[in-house]
């Protein structure tokens, strides 16, 4: 069974361009969520879908951020225009239906760099 | 706060030494769950503790909850280099998953 996928793993762009992440959860899991860790802190959650549902979301920092699930599968978070404070590990995980009595699986992450 | 409070924040022992990490909260739980993360990589699930458990064992890794104290623990016996990472334990209630701050453990060879 092929896990949590994330591309790219890094990416540096210039303060004021767009940067679009991606996430191929595991097959079957219908919860995709996206969390973040700055350096040294803690790990932020961003949102929650539930197939293509955004069903939390709260955690979105601002609205530079927009994320998408298009037919409950893949799902894309894109940052525009970036900023320096958005710079950090960009997490995605999925889970099982009921997800909350699982273990999330985590891709590698995206090590976002903006300059 | 949400989110569980991991102590200590570093850790540092010599290979073959048990480490005991342990982590506090505030809210009411569904279950705890303990992630690891090695440098540079994603996190990895380790244990999931439910509410109405008190311990939990997974090869060298022991978890117990304590939901009237609302703290846990994670001792990894018999520690080796490998495990060098940090460690996070998450709270599961009836929002997405609550990260602390997390645990930084060194295993010295």
């Known amino acids: 069974e092929a896990g949590v996928t994330q591309f790219p793993s890094h990416s540096v762009i210039e303060k004021g361009q767009t940067v679009t992440l991606r996430c191929d959860p595991i097959?079957?899991?219908?919860?995709l969520y996206w969390y973040r860790r700055v350096m040294g802190k803690e790990i932020k959650f961003l949102l929650h879908f539930v197939k293509e549902s955004k069903q939390d979301e709260s955690g979105m920092p601002n609205n530079r951020f927009l994320a998408e699930r298009t037919g409950g599968t893949y799902s894309t978070l894109k940052v525009q225009p970036a900023e320096l404070e958005d710079s950090g590990v960009y997490f995605c995980?999925?889970?099982?239906?009921?997800?909350?009595?699982?273990?999330?699986?985590f891709g590698s992450g995206t090590r976002l760099t903006v300059v | 706060s949400q989110q569980g409070e991991e102590d200590p924040q570093a850790l540092s022992i010599q290979e073959g030494e048990n480490a005991t990490m342990n982590c506090s909260y505030k809210t009411s739980i569904n279950n705890l769950q303990w992630y690891r993360q090695n440098s540079g990589r994603g996190l990895v699930h380790l244990i999931l503790i439910r509410s109405n458990e008190r311990e939990k064992h997974s090869g060298r890794l022991r978890v117990t909850l304590d939901t009237s104290k609302k703290s846990s623990s994670l001792l990894i016996t018999a520690s080796r280099a490998a495990d060098t990472a940090s460690y996070f334990c998450a709270l599961s209630g009836n929002t997405p998953l609550v990260f602390g701050k997390g645990t930084r453990l060194s295993v010295i060879a």
């Open positions: 995980a999925s889970s099982p239906p009921m997800g909350f009595n699982y273990g999330y699986t």
């Open positions: 097959s079957g899991h219908d919860n």
